[in-house]
Nanobody
Framework: VQLVESGGGSVQAGGSLTLSCAAS????????MGWFRQAPGNEREGVAV????????VYADSVKGRFTISLDTAKTTTYLQMNSLKVEDTAMYYC????????????????????WGQGTQVTVS
């Protein structure tokens, strides 16, 4: 299983970025894909998760109304559209895929068997 992220970068506050995560080697039609982020000195936190089986989503309160998670038609690539970015959104963003969907709690302590990407940096100034 491999997750490859892209789309990070630097942007001014109020701007937008779109992150992509392509999954390969995953079997089965239904699992959860999502995004976590980690700022220096902070615990990794869940941002948004989508269920490939039906498209249901969950968002952290801090990003509701600003971020949108979606899937491509093949259900192997997930996107995170980030609008109205704030300085506090600055972090390393990690893609995750999880057959058990524990990532849907958005709590890193619940995630024990997910696959992770290498991370992509988002900097908002």
């Amino acid at each position: 299983v491999q997750l490859v992220e892209s789309g990070g970068g630097s942007v001014q506050a109020g701007g937008s970025l779109t992150l992509s995560c392509a999954a390969s080697g995953y079997s089965g039609d239904s699992y959860c894909m999502g995004w976590f982020r980690q700022a220096p000195g902070n615990e990794r936190e869940g941002v948004a998760v989508i269920y490939t089986g039906g498209g249901s989503t969950v968002y952290a309160d801090s990003v509701k109304g600003r971020f949108t998670i979606s899937l491509d038609t093949a259900k192997t690539t997930t996107y995170l559209q980030m609008n109205s970015l704030k300085v506090e959104d600055t972090a390393m963003y990690y893609c995750a895929a999880d057959h058990r969907c524990k990532i849907a709690t958005l709590q890193i302590r619940d995630v024990t068997q997910a696959h992770w990407g290498q991370g992509t940096q988002v900097t908002v100034s």
